[in-house]
């Protein structure tokens, strides 16, 4: 039986570096949403929403997501207007029957930036743009891992041959992958005056989308404090009862 | 015996209905002042903690019920409206999700409490055969709910499961034409998970009611294994068991509220958050944590349906448990030769979960293996042989005077201790 155990405990040791990744590990990033206490960083996902919709935007729609839930951000209700005002919609139809378009409300989803998956891969070489609303809880680790890929881009070691219309990266599974480097430093012209490096871009950029992906983080994390501190008392109470009732029992 | 109940209450209301329907005398007899064995430690919380996840799992579950469609056009974005849109959706759907993963936390530990106890033994056999089902009915039904979402692991996984229903000689590919309603996995297959889903719990319901019917009749098992002798070795439940299982309850719910407040996606796999698509299967399929053991099992058998019955009879075997233990202990406690194997099995099972969630490759595939092999062995093979050979410890005389019998051998009178050659056989089986 204790071989059994022994034998059960090295082969588990075995395991472990014979399934080691071929991939660096993904750096950490200390996010301001991390932790029990942590919270979005309103600025950042701003500057994120501004990286999305100028680059991201082009080839990766957010479906799940409306132009109302930008408030979620700390954007004002004008402001919100207006940029769902940018973009135009169908609207229905006149009456004369004929489809009509119109400029979107806040109720708007997201506009997509194609048609239908077709249209999305013809234009992307036969790879679909995946949707970003949830892109972040859809991968392990992810607010690391999206920032490592958007940083990922680096020279392939000498002697790989990418494949024409690939190109390569250090995290992505395989290492090729359809999209070419989308941030590039001074991409953007951000509002609020921040140096545009893709260092910060990818950090914005995953701010706003880790806020996409669970945009009532902040409601469940302060919710949980108060539901964890009343049964953290409950249960200091409820045993003071318990101990008190079972005291005169021998 | 028809007749009208000569209630006892006073208030007035209370006596007109307890004459008509005795529920209040019930409760009373059952729950105020049903005589529970005195020595009951935290292990026994569990099976009330499960009774209240069940209930959890059901509230949640209606609720969440009235927003989602089963459709596999509607059904992923439904439940990201419910958890973005829907008040409080959030924690109705995290509160499910994660409930499931209390749920078995919580049977688990149950189950074991019954394994090291002896709670199966004479004369709690159909009382623990009801335990079974009960985990049965509750695997089923965690396997639908986890197809609702409609993500990644949802397709794949039900494709997987539902596909071992092939390996059966001659009916199988009938019965996986049955289950999916089709010849793929599709929106019918969803259409009537979602009906089994909703309807399961409350089968399960109608099984634990007869679980704690079987449960009064027999009177519960306790740490020591022995039966209640006298009334000395008894508590009524309230307000001694109320209170403990109140405690318990609290830091139940306290595991629970962490996992769904700060660490609601730890459990889950994050291929889900992806809309099922049949034409992109994942690199890895992997079952939910609580099914892992059972899929290492079917895994560890190259040959389908060998695999497919070795998973179905790691669990049927425990039908047969309070015949294949021949040892006349119950607890653990007192069977020294027992103890290292119940812990062997332990190990077993988290080797299980834990190759469960592996690619089948290398080593995982030994350990699995090996786990399995132990898994059956310790049921079929050590089960039955220890409890000849294995000398228990002396059985203490009753729960209210737990000294062990380390009295001086023929010193005992009538039900006293036993003289230590006879030790071997002690007469404590009912």
């Given at each position: 039986?204790?071989?059994?155990?022994?034998?059960?405990?090295?082969?588990?040791?075995?395991?472990?570096?014979?399934?080691?990744?071929?991939?660096?590990?993904?750096?950490?990033?200390?996010?301001?949403?991390?932790?029990?206490?942590?919270?979005?960083?309103?600025?950042?996902?701003?500057?994120?929403?501004?990286?999305?919709?100028?680059?991201?935007?082009?080839?990766?729609?957010?479906?799940?997501?409306?132009?109302?839930?930008?408030?979620?951000?700390?954007?004002?209700?004008?402001?919100?207007?207006?940029?769902?005002?940018?973009?135009?919609?169908?609207?229905?139809?006149?009456?004369?029957?004929?489809?009509?378009?119109?400029?979107?409300?806040?109720?708007?989803?997201?506009?997509?930036?194609?048609?239908?998956?077709?249209?999305?891969?013809?234009?992307?070489?036969?790879?679909?743009?995946?949707?970003?609303?949830?892109?972040?809880?859809?991968?392990?680790?992810?607010?690391?891992?999206?920032?490592?890929?958007?940083?990922?881009?680096?020279?392939?070691?000498?002697?790989?041959?990418?494949?024409?219309?690939?190109?390569?990266?250090?995290?992505?599974?395989?290492?090729?992958?359809?999209?070419?480097?989308?941030?590039?430093?001074?991409?953007?012209?951000?509002?609020?005056?921040?140096?545009?490096?893709?260092?910060?871009?990818?950090?914005?950029?995953?701010?706003?989308?880790?806020?996409?992906?669970?945009?009532?983080?902040?409601?469940?994390?302060?919710?949980?404090?108060?539901?964890?501190?009343?049964?953290?008392?409950?249960?200091?109470?409820?045993?003071?009862?318990?101990?008190?009732?079972?005291?005169?029992?021998? | 015996?028809?007749?009208?109940?000569?209630?006892?209450?006073?208030?007035?209301?209370?006596?007109?209905?307890?004459?008509?329907?005795?529920?209040?005398?019930?409760?009373?007899?059952?729950?105020?002042?049903?005589?529970?064995?005195?020595?009951?430690?935290?292990?026994?919380?569990?099976?009330?903690?499960?009774?209240?996840?069940?209930?959890?799992?059901?509230?949640?579950?209606?609720?969440?019920?009235?927003?989602?469609?089963?459709?596999?056009?509607?059904?992923?974005?439904?439940?990201?409206?419910?958890?973005?849109?829907?008040?409080?959706?959030?924690?109705?759907?995290?509160?499910?999700?994660?409930?499931?993963?209390?749920?078995?936390?919580?049977?688990?530990?149950?189950?074991?409490?019954?394994?090291?106890?002896?709670?199966?033994?004479?004369?709690?056999?159909?009382?623990?055969?009801?335990?079974?089902?009960?985990?049965?009915?509750?695997?089923?039904?965690?396997?639908?709910?986890?197809?609702?979402?409609?993500g990644q692991m949802s397709y794949w996984g039900a494709t997987v499961i539902t596909?071992?229903?092939?390996?059966?000689?001659?009916?199988?590919?009938?019965?996986v034409t049955l289950l999916w309603g089709g010849f793929s996995v599709d929106n019918?297959?969803?259409?009537?998970f979602f009906a089994l889903h909703y309807l399961l719990p409350f089968m399960i319901?109608?099984?634990?009611?007869?679980?704690?019917?079987?449960?009064?009749?027999?009177?519960?098992?306790?740490?020591?294994?022995?039966?209640?002798?006298?009334?000395?070795?008894?508590?009524?439940?309230?307000?001694?068991?109320?209170?403990?299982?109140?405690?318990?309850?609290?830091?139940?719910?306290?595991?629970?509220?962490?996992?769904?407040?700060?660490?609601?996606?730890?459990?889950?796999?994050?291929?889900?958050?992806?809309?099922?698509?049949?034409?992109?299967?994942?690199?890895?399929?992997?079952?939910?944590?609580?099914?892992?053991?059972?899929?290492?099992?079917?895994?560890?058998?190259?040959?389908?349906?060998?695999?497919?019955?070795?998973?179905?009879?790691?669990?049927?075997?425990?039908?047969?448990?309070?015949?294949?233990?021949?040892?006349?202990?119950?607890?653990?406690?007192?069977?020294?030769?027992?103890?290292?194997?119940?812990?062997?099995?332990?190990?077993?099972?988290?080797?299980?979960?834990?190759?469960?969630?592996?690619?089948?490759?290398?080593?995982?595939?030994?350990?699995?293996?090996?786990?399995?092999?132990?898994?059956?062995?310790?049921?079929?093979?050590?089960?039955?042989?220890?409890?000849?050979?294995?000398?228990?410890?002396?059985?203490?005389?009753?729960?209210?005077?737990?000294?062990?019998?380390?009295?001086?051998?023929?010193?005992?009178?009538?039900?006293?201790?036993?003289?230590?050659?006879?030790?071997?056989?002690?007469?404590?089986?009912?």
């Amino acid at each position: 039986m204790r071989k059994l155990l022994v034998t059960l405990l090295a082969s588990a040791a075995l395991a472990a570096p014979a399934l080691a990744q071929e991939h660096p590990e993904v750096p950490s990033v200390k996010w301001s949403f991390n932790g029990p206490f942590g919270s979005y960083d309103y600025a950042s996902a701003q500057r994120g929403f501004q990286v999305y919709k100028e680059v991201c935007s082009n080839c990766h729609g957010m479906k799940l997501l409306s132009y109302r839930d930008l408030t979620g951000i700390g954007l004002n209700a004008e402001q919100v207007k207006a940029i769902a005002a940018d973009v135009t919609v169908p609207g229905g139809t006149n009456d004369a029957g004929e489809p009509v378009d119109r400029p979107g409300t806040a109720a708007d989803r997201f506009k997509a930036p194609f048609p239908n998956d077709k249209a999305a891969r013809a234009a992307n070489g036969g790879a679909l743009p995946p949707d970003q609303s949830l892109i972040i809880k859809a991968r392990e680790n992810g607010p690391n891992y999206v920032h490592a890929l958007l940083n990922g881009y680096v020279d392939p070691p000498a002697g790989t041959v990418v494949p024409a219309g690939q190109y390569y990266n250090e995290y992505f599974p395989g290492h090729y992958l359809a999209m070419p480097q989308p941030l590039h430093d001074g991409q953007v012209d951000y509002v609020d005056g921040t140096k545009a490096t893709v260092e910060q871009m990818s950090k914005d950029v995953v701010q706003f989308l880790t806020w996409a992906s669970e945009p009532n983080m902040e409601r469940r994390k302060q919710l949980g404090v108060k539901v964890v501190l009343f049964l953290a008392l409950m249960t200091g109470l409820t045993y003071g009862v318990k101990r008190k009732v079972w005291k005169d029992l021998h | 015996m028809a007749g009208l109940h000569k209630s006892t209450y006073q208030n007035p209301v209370i006596n007109w209905i307890d004459t008509r329907l005795p529920l209040f005398t019930m409760m009373q007899k059952e729950y105020g002042s049903f005589p529970t064995p005195k020595n009951f430690n935290y292990f026994w919380n569990f099976g009330a903690l499960a009774t209240v996840n069940l209930i959890i799992m059901i509230a949640t579950g209606v609720f969440l019920a009235m927003n989602y469609s089963a459709n596999t056009g509607l059904a992923f974005d439904s439940v990201e409206r419910i958890m973005r849109d829907v008040n409080y959706g959030w924690l109705l759907r995290y509160a499910h999700a994660n409930g499931a993963s209390m749920f078995f936390i919580v049977v688990y530990i149950h189950i074991f409490r019954a394994l090291y106890y002896g709670s199966y033994k004479a004369p709690r056999e159909i009382l623990f055969m009801l335990g079974v089902v009960i985990f049965l009915l509750m695997m089923a039904t965690a396997f639908m709910g986890y197809v609702l979402p409609w993500g990644q692991m949802s397709y794949w996984g039900a494709t997987v499961i539902t596909n071992l229903f092939s390996a059966i000689p001659l009916v199988g590919d009938s019965i996986v034409t049955l289950l999916w309603g089709g010849f793929s996995v599709d929106n019918p297959t969803l259409n009537r998970f979602f009906a089994l889903h909703y309807l399961l719990p409350f089968m399960i319901f109608g099984v634990v009611f007869l679980h704690v019917v079987a449960l009064h009749i027999t009177g519960s098992n306790n740490p020591l294994g022995i039966d209640v002798k006298s009334p000395q070795d008894t508590i009524p439940f309230h307000p001694y068991y109320t209170t403990k299982d109140s405690v318990g309850l609290c830091v139940y719910l306290l595991v629970f509220a962490l996992l769904v407040f700060f660490l609601p996606n730890l459990l889950g796999d994050p291929d889900n958050y992806i809309t099922a698509n049949p034409l992109v299967t994942p690199a890895h399929i992997a079952p939910e944590w609580y099914f892992r053991p059972y899929y290492a099992m079917l895994r560890a058998v190259e040959w389908k349906l060998g695999g497919v019955m070795v998973m179905f009879a790691s669990i049927l075997v425990l039908f047969f448990l309070p015949w294949l233990d021949t040892s006349p202990v119950r607890s653990t406690r007192f069977r020294p030769m027992y103890k290292p194997f119940v812990a062997l099995l332990v190990v077993s099972f988290f080797a299980l979960l834990y190759v469960g969630g592996k690619p089948p490759e290398g080593a995982y595939v030994v350990i699995g293996r090996v786990a399995t092999a132990y898994w059956f062995l310790h049921f079929l093979v050590v089960l039955p042989i220890l409890g000849k050979i294995e000398r228990p410890l002396p059985l203490p005389e009753s729960i209210s005077n737990p000294v062990l019998r380390a009295r001086p051998p023929f010193s005992g009178g009538g039900g006293g201790p036993l003289p230590q050659g006879a030790a071997a056989k002690p007469m404590d089986r009912a």
